[in-house]
């Protein structure tokens, strides 16, 4: 085995880590404040890409700034599906949670089939091309910059969530929903809010990697369950879980191409979710609950 | 009912000769996918344990056969009971590493999902297989090998797996293995309380369910003669196969065929008419918006609702003519003579003692829940279990029932040690338990939640029904037996939470507050009950907060503070015990008062 190759794939693992790390944030915050798995995740993710991609070839911009608008647009869109959907079987039980968030994800994949067709896409950056050479490793400047910027974006969430007023609010309703009801916090607000700023992360997520990764409608069902992946890992809940589950998912997923063959590379995460499940179903970061 | 559905069966039996070929093929995807929503029933709905990775066993079932018919040139009609019976080892597997560590619905989602990736991606790894490209199976049409020139013969195949099905999911629906299950799946702690081996019957309802998917996968293997990891392990099958079953009523009989009689042809038809323009994901945007509108609007699918509008109209019209729903045994009277070993008035002959304590520990991180306790229950004794708050009563009764392990100490039962045994096999040697908070299984009614403790000694459904009905009398519900339990008062949860142990004919019977909450006028007839109880032989250990019960009750008391016993003796003795007077209102109270 060469070193070079596997300095490679650590270095190629660790930058599009970012992406998943932001990705899985967004998860765990929805379900962190109100319980509920985001089974369109993955979908609202692939939205967010094609709509960096109309962005791109309909008004010229690229992916590196039009990720703001995509993020925004998302909000939008997890806010109304919080309000209009998930709203309504907040107090029901999980299975019924499950399986409207499965309805959403099925209509979410197939809408964007029936817009965009099934042939895969990618959107067209000047960061695309650019590499640095570090030695014998190389680096893709648009990976680079995807890294960068997600993890700025996480940083800025975590910021937002320890020290804004909204942050704190929203932090204290995930907590504990009666002592936040209790105390006269508009928990309802707070769970669109939660809800909207979980599916801007993705949408951010989907631009950034627009240039990055060919993505088609099915991309989605993946994508969720990689995050799921990356958030029972992590520890469900768990900000700081989430982000070092990505970046660790996305390292294990990287050096499994390179030590097995690309197309296993989606059994290693599936193995160590499988070892975590049984092991240690709290997660790395997660805290212990029976 | 009988009639409509043996109409029903003539029906599908000759429809073929009028169909055309291409509603042929409607019909046996109808079938089909009725038969996977119908196996996926057993586990998904009926145990209530959400799989979302069923597609792995039909490509399990499905490639074993395949493989076994085209290199071995094995007859699919024996490999396919070679492909359930592997399906059912995954599911197994699956299902024990679930079951048994204790993983609950996301996490027994994503462990079934995870399995069923994980057998796709190897399966398209695995070039000696098909590797991605999978596996085509040359057309014979020689019958032996599962194959034939006229559809309608996988028409009445299709038909006879999902009848199958049903008949296996209608046999488990009636036996004590069905209503166990349903017990599970509303509560499984309040299960295994009663006697339910929980992991066994969910270890059996994935074993039924998969073995039956495994064989759904050879007759998708042979009817399409195409085998692709990815479709036939993939997610998106999987939803095919649970979508059903949930639109027309999950752990119902005929939920998963109505569902399949509405989404298979609407499916179809919108592949065929939306997908022809370029469309392909129409039908799943329906699949979506009506997996949505189901689980807002229609939450426990289509069939219960239907029934229940079929039901109205027949009342309807047989207005003024109540009759008893069929197997309702207060045509017939029950017996009299099966009481509860009820001797009335004779005082139980005084044995070895039933129940030794000894330096029970447990420890919950920094807190000693309690302390080396020793304690002892005489045959026939009633004896109280008193203390503050946050004492430790409630952790002894989860040590003696099961519910916890304790870190140091004994508990022998009947000269039997009870450590490390799980709740049910401790209600089973005679030891049932209350829960101070009550768990009723809120859908189901007040007699079936009493069943599911008269069949930890009665088997049979009928007979546990006869013996639930009688001691629904006995404490007092009789005239509430078909309510839902979801909907009965704080008392009447009380009583049937009484019931309910009571029904597993124990000989010793943990109490935890079942009087706190209830008003005084409520608390007089539990303590007749209780009384009752104990005369006909049952001895009793009580936890009670309500201190003319408990002194009115028990033969002896012992009282807990911190976790550690401060005295025990006779209700006269604990009542002037200083020690006592101290832990409940504080030593200055002793101090104050007079000597």
């Given at each position: 085995?060469?070193?070079?190759?596997?300095?490679?794939g650590?270095?190629?693992?660790?930058?599009?880590?970012?992406?998943?790390?932001?990705?899985?944030?967004?998860?765990?915050?929805?379900?962190?404040?109100?319980?509920?798995?985001?089974?369109?995740?993955?979908?609202?993710?692939?939205?967010?890409?094609?709509?960096?991609?109309?962005?791109?070839?309909?008004?010229?911009?690229?992916?590196?700034?039009?990720?703001?608008?995509?993020?925004?647009?998302?909000?939008?869109?997890?806010?109304?599906?919080?309000?209009?959907?998930?709203?309504?079987?907040?107090?029901?039980?999980?299975?019924?949670?499950?399986?409207?968030?499965?309805?959403?994800?099925?209509?979410?994949?197939?809408?964007?089939?029936?817009?965009?067709?099934?042939?895969?896409?990618?959107?067209r950056s000047?960061?695309?091309?650019?590499?640095l050479?570090?030695?014998?490793?190389?680096?893709?400047?648009?990976?680079?910059?995807?890294?960068?910027?997600?993890?700025?974006?996480?940083?800025?969430?975590?910021?937002?969530?320890?020290?804004?007023?909204?942050?704190?609010?929203?932090r204290?309703?995930?907590?504990?929903?009666?002592?936040?009801?209790?105390?006269?916090?508009?928990?309802?607000?707070?769970?669109?809010?939660?809800?909207?700023?979980?599916a801007?992360?993705?949408?951010?997520?989907?631009?950034?990697?627009?240039?990055?990764?060919?993505?088609?409608?099915?991309?989605?069902?993946?994508?969720?369950?990689?995050?799921?992946?990356?958030?029972?890992?992590?520890?469900?809940?768990?900000?700081?879980?989430?982000?070092?589950?990505?970046?660790?998912?996305?390292?294990?997923?990287?050096?499994?191409?390179?030590?097995?063959?690309?197309?296993?590379?989606?059994?290693?995460?599936?193995?160590?979710?499988?070892?975590?499940?049984?092991?240690?179903?709290?997660?790395?970061?997660?805290?212990?609950?029976? | 009912m009988?009639?409509?559905?043996?109409?029903?069966?003539?029906?599908?039996?000759a429809?073929?000769?009028?169909?055309?070929?291409?509603?042929?093929?409607?019909?046996?995807?109808?079938?089909?996918?009725?038969?996977?929503?119908?196996?996926?029933?057993?586990?998904?709905?009926?145990?209530?344990?959400?799989?979302?990775?069923?597609?792995?066993?039909?490509?399990?079932?499905?490639?074993?056969?395949?493989?076994?018919?085209?290199?071995?040139?094995?007859?699919?009609?024996?490999?396919?009971?070679?492909?359930?019976?592997?399906?059912?080892?995954?599911?197994?597997?699956?299902?024990?590493?679930?079951?048994?560590?204790?993983?609950?619905?996301?996490?027994?989602?994503?462990?079934?999902?995870?399995?069923?990736?994980?057998?796709?991606?190897?399966?398209?790894?695995?070039?000696?297989?098909?590797?991605?490209?999978?596996?085509?199976?040359?057309?014979?049409?020689?019958?032996?090998?599962?194959?034939?020139?006229?559809?309608?013969?996988?028409?009445?195949?299709?038909?006879?797996?999902?009848?199958?099905?049903?008949a296996?999911?209608?046999?488990?629906?009636?036996?004590?293995?069905?209503?166990?299950?349903?017990?599970?799946?509303?509560?499984?702690?309040?299960?295994?309380?009663?006697?339910?081996?929980?992991?066994?019957?969910?270890?059996?309802?994935?074993?039924?369910?998969?073995?039956?998917?495994?064989?759904?996968?050879?007759?998708?293997?042979?009817?399409?003669?195409?085998?692709?990891?990815?479709?036939l392990?993939?997610?998106?099958?999987?939803?095919?196969?649970?979508?059903?079953?949930?639109?027309?009523?999950?752990?119902?009989?005929?939920?998963?065929?109505?569902?399949?009689?509405?989404?298979?042809?609407?499916?179809?038809?919108?592949?065929?008419?939306?997908?022809?323009?370029?469309?392909?994901?129409?039908?799943?945007?329906?699949?979506?918006?009506?997996?949505i509108?189901?689980?807002?609007?229609?939450?426990?699918?289509?069939?219960?609702?239907?029934?229940?509008?079929?039901?109205?109209?027949?009342?309807?019209?047989?207005?003024?003519?109540?009759?008893?729903?069929?197997?309702?045994?207060?045509s017939?009277?029950?017996?009299?003579?099966?009481?509860?070993?009820?001797?009335?008035?004779?005082?139980?002959?005084?044995?070895?003692?039933?129940?030794?304590?000894?330096?029970?520990?447990?420890?919950?991180?920094?807190?000693q829940?309690?302390?080396?306790?020793?304690?002892?229950?005489?045959?026939?004794?009633?004896?109280?279990?008193?203390?503050?708050?946050?004492?430790?009563?409630?952790?002894?009764?989860?040590?003696?029932?099961?519910?916890?392990?304790?870190?140091?100490?004994?508990?022998?039962?009947?000269?039997?040690?009870?450590?490390?045994?799980?709740?049910?096999?401790?209600?089973?040697?005679?030891?049932?338990?209350t829960?101070?908070?009550?768990?009723?299984?809120?859908?189901?009614?007040?007699?079936?939640?009493?069943?599911?403790?008269?069949?930890?000694?009665?088997?049979?459904?009928?007979?546990?029904?006869?013996?639930?009905?009688?001691?629904?009398?006995?404490?007092?519900?009789g005239?509430?037996?078909?309510?839902?339990?979801?909907?009965?008062?704080?008392?009447?949860?009380?009583?049937?939470?009484?019931?309910?142990?009571?029904?597993?004919?124990?000989?010793?019977?943990?109490?935890?507050?079942?009087?706190?909450?209830?008003?005084?006028?409520?608390?007089?007839p539990?303590?007749?009950?209780?009384?009752?109880?104990?005369?006909?032989?049952?001895?009793?250990?009580?936890?009670?907060?309500?201190?003319?019960?408990?002194?009115?009750?028990?033969?002896?008391?012992v009282?807990?503070?911190?976790?550690?016993?401060?005295?025990?003796?006779?209700?006269?003795?604990?009542?002037?015990h200083p020690?006592?007077?101290?832990?409940?209102?504080?030593?200055?109270y002793?101090?104050?008062?007079?000597?």
């Amino acid at each position: 085995m060469d070193l070079t190759l596997v300095l490679q794939g650590l270095l190629s693992g660790l930058l599009f880590g970012g992406v998943y790390s932001l990705m899985a944030v967004g998860l765990t915050l929805i379900f962190g404040v109100m319980r509920v798995v985001n089974f369109a995740h993955g979908d609202m993710m692939v939205w967010g890409m094609y709509l960096s991609y109309l962005l791109a070839t309909r008004a010229g911009i690229d992916p590196y700034l039009s990720f703001v608008v995509c993020a925004a647009a998302l909000f939008a869109l997890g806010l109304l599906v919080q309000r209009g959907l998930v709203d309504r079987v907040i107090d029901a039980p999980h299975e019924m949670q499950i399986l409207l968030m499965l309805g959403v994800a099925l209509v979410l994949e197939n809408l964007a089939l029936v817009a965009f067709g099934p042939e895969p896409t990618r959107v067209r950056s000047p960061l695309g091309a650019a590499t640095l050479w570090l030695g014998p490793v190389f680096v893709d400047i648009a990976r680079l910059v995807t890294f960068v910027v997600a993890v700025l974006l996480t940083a800025a969430l975590s910021l937002f969530l320890y020290r804004t007023d909204l942050g704190r609010t929203i932090r204290a309703a995930a907590d504990n929903t009666y002592g936040a009801l209790v105390v006269g916090i508009d928990v309802r607000r707070v769970y669109a809010v939660a809800f909207g700023v979980g599916a801007a992360c993705v949408g951010a997520a989907g631009a950034l990697v627009s240039s990055i990764l060919p993505f088609q409608p099915p991309t989605g069902l993946s994508l969720s369950v990689t995050s799921f992946n990356i958030v029972i890992i992590g520890g469900m809940g768990s900000l700081l879980g989430a982000f070092i589950g990505g970046l660790l998912v996305s390292v294990a997923e990287s050096l499994g191409a390179v030590f097995l063959k690309p197309s296993l590379k989606e059994l290693v995460s599936f193995s160590l979710l499988i070892v975590i499940l049984l092991f240690r179903p709290a997660g790395l970061f997660g805290k212990r609950t029976s | 009912m009988r009639w409509a559905v043996v109409a029903a069966l003539a029906v599908l039996l000759a429809l073929p000769a009028v169909l055309s070929s291409y509603a042929v093929t409607i019909f046996i995807l109808i079938f089909f996918y009725g038969f996977l929503g119908q196996a996926w029933n057993i586990v998904g709905g009926y145990a209530g344990q959400l799989s979302a990775g069923h597609a792995a066993f039909v490509g399990v079932g499905g490639y074993t056969a395949a493989m076994l018919s085209i290199e071995a040139g094995l007859t699919p009609w024996v490999g396919m009971f070679v492909g359930a019976a592997l399906a059912a080892l995954l599911g197994a597997i699956i299902g024990y590493l679930g079951f048994r560590f204790g993983l609950r619905g996301f996490y027994f989602v994503l462990l079934t999902v995870a399995f069923a990736e994980i057998c796709r991606i190897a399966v398209s790894n695995i070039d000696a297989i098909g590797g991605a490209l999978g596996l085509y199976i040359t057309f014979t049409g020689d019958p032996r090998q599962f194959q034939f020139r006229d559809g309608r013969v996988y028409y009445y195949i299709a038909l006879a797996l999902m009848l199958a099905a049903t008949a296996t999911a209608w046999a488990i629906e009636r036996q004590r293995f069905g209503i166990y299950l349903a017990a599970i799946r509303e509560d499984e702690a309040a299960a295994e309380a009663l006697g339910v081996n929980a992991l066994k019957y969910k270890m059996l309802a994935m074993v039924v369910s998969t073995f039956l998917t495994g064989l759904g996968g050879t007759f998708y293997a042979f009817y399409l003669f195409s085998l692709q990891p990815n479709t036939l392990f993939g997610i998106p099958l999987s939803v095919e196969i649970i979508i059903r079953p949930i639109v027309g009523g999950a752990g119902t009989l005929l939920g998963p065929i109505l569902g399949s009689f509405i989404l298979t042809p609407l499916a179809e038809l919108s592949r065929l008419y939306l997908g022809q323009g370029g469309l392909h994901g129409a039908h799943l945007i329906a699949y979506g918006v009506l997996l949505i509108g189901v689980v807002l609007f229609l939450p426990e699918g289509a069939y219960p609702r239907l029934r229940r509008v079929l039901q109205r109209s027949r009342l309807a019209s047989v207005s003024g003519h109540p009759r008893s729903e069929p197997g309702d045994e207060r045509s017939h009277p029950a017996p009299v003579s099966g009481h509860l070993r009820s001797e009335p008035g004779s005082r139980p002959p005084l044995q070895k003692t039933l129940l030794v304590v000894r330096g029970l520990s447990k420890r919950f991180g920094g807190l000693q829940a309690v302390a080396g306790l020793d304690l002892a229950v005489e045959h026939g004794e009633m004896l109280g279990l008193i203390g503050p708050n946050g004492a430790g009563k409630t952790t002894v009764f989860n040590l003696l029932s099961g519910f916890l392990t304790p870190d140091a100490g004994d508990v022998s039962f009947r000269d039997r040690s009870l450590v490390g045994l799980p709740p049910h096999a401790i209600c089973r040697l005679g030891l049932a338990r209350t829960f101070q908070l009550v768990r009723p299984f809120p859908r189901m009614s007040v007699l079936e939640n009493v069943r599911v403790g008269a069949l930890a000694r009665h088997p049979q459904a009928l007979e546990a029904r006869a013996r639930a009905r009688d001691v629904v009398e006995r404490v007092g519900l009789g005239a509430r037996e078909h309510v839902t339990a979801g909907t009965l008062t704080l008392a009447e949860r009380k009583r049937l939470e009484l019931g309910r142990a009571l029904a597993t004919e124990p000989t010793l019977l943990l109490l935890d507050e079942v009087m706190a909450g209830l008003n005084p006028t409520e608390i007089e007839p539990i303590i007749r009950l209780i009384r009752g109880i104990h005369a006909s032989g049952v001895s009793i250990l009580l936890i009670e907060h309500n201190m003319r019960a408990v002194m009115a009750l028990s033969h002896r008391i012992v009282v807990l503070s911190f976790g550690e016993k401060i005295a025990e003796g006779t209700p006269a003795d604990i009542a002037n015990h200083p020690k006592v007077v101290e832990a409940y209102l504080g030593d200055e109270y002793v101090r104050a008062a007079p000597a």
